[in-house]
């Protein structure tokens, strides 16, 4: 199994960047299909983006396609987002996956394991 921890949260101001890292330990996330969600106070947690096993497909919900990017690098056991044009509705716990593969990352329940989550905060 996989242990998940995430970093690189903070306070930016609207329209500034952060990029978020995922550090994996307890096996090789080449093994999994990774992936990022959020959850605001009071909201449903929901699907940010997903990227396959080796990294050359991805997956955004619409809500960030465009502003944000998964990578992953993979001899490093780390999965990144970078956050470009962030909004205040962007405004979450951002929360690292790993899973079976990148389709299915949209949907929590085929979700293996899980970080705490890093909070990002957008002010306007």
């Known amino acids: 199994q996989v242990q998940l921890e995430e970093s690189g949260g903070g306070l930016v101001q609207a329209g500034g960047s952060l990029r978020l890292s995922c550090a994996a330990s307890?096996?090789?996330?080449?093994?999994?299909?990774m992936g990022w969600f959020r959850q605001a106070p009071g909201k449903e947690r929901e699907f940010v983006a997903a990227?396959?096993?080796?990294?050359?497909?991805?997956n955004y919900a619409d809500s960030v396609k465009g502003r944000f990017t998964i990578s992953r690098v993979n001899t490093k056991n780390t999965v990144y987002l970078q956050m470009n044009s962030l909004k205040p509705e962007d405004t979450a716990v951002y929360l690292c996956?790993?899973?079976?593969?990148?389709?299915?990352?949209?949907?929590?329940?085929?979700?293996?394991?899980w970080g705490q989550g890093t909070q990002v905060s957008v002010s306007s």
């Open positions: 996956a790993a899973g079976l593969n990148w389709e299915y990352m949209v949907y929590e329940a085929y979700v293996q394991y």
């Open positions: 307890g096996g090789p996330i080449s093994s999994y299909a």
């Open positions: 990227i396959s096993r080796s990294g050359p497909t991805t």
